[in-house]
């Protein structure tokens, strides 16, 4: 279960590339996902944050 945030959940979203002429094909928008290390109970881990968790402080960086 990687490139999701281990904070909030987000991860892979489906869409549609939309061409000039309307027609669609289907394509996935990726989060932005970065790896950091995290403290969680004292301990240091590395996970998949992203980056609006990162900016909004929900995670404790070591």
């Known amino acids: ?3 999701v945030c281990s904070v909030c959940g987000k991860g892979k ?3 549609n ?3 000039h002429s309307v ?3 289907k394509r996935t928008f990726s989060a932005n996902v970065q790896k950091v290390s995290v403290v969680e109970d004292g301990t240091v881990k590395t996970e998949y944050v ?3 968790c990162l ?3 929900k ?3 070591a």
């Open 13 to 15: 979203v489906a869409g």
């Open 55 to 57: 900016k909004s402080g």
């Open 50 to 52: 992203c980056a609006r």
């Open 17 to 19: 590339n939309v061409s």
């Open 23 to 25: 027609r669609r094909t």
């Open 1 to 3: 279960m990687s490139r």
């Open 59 to 61: 995670v404790e960086r």
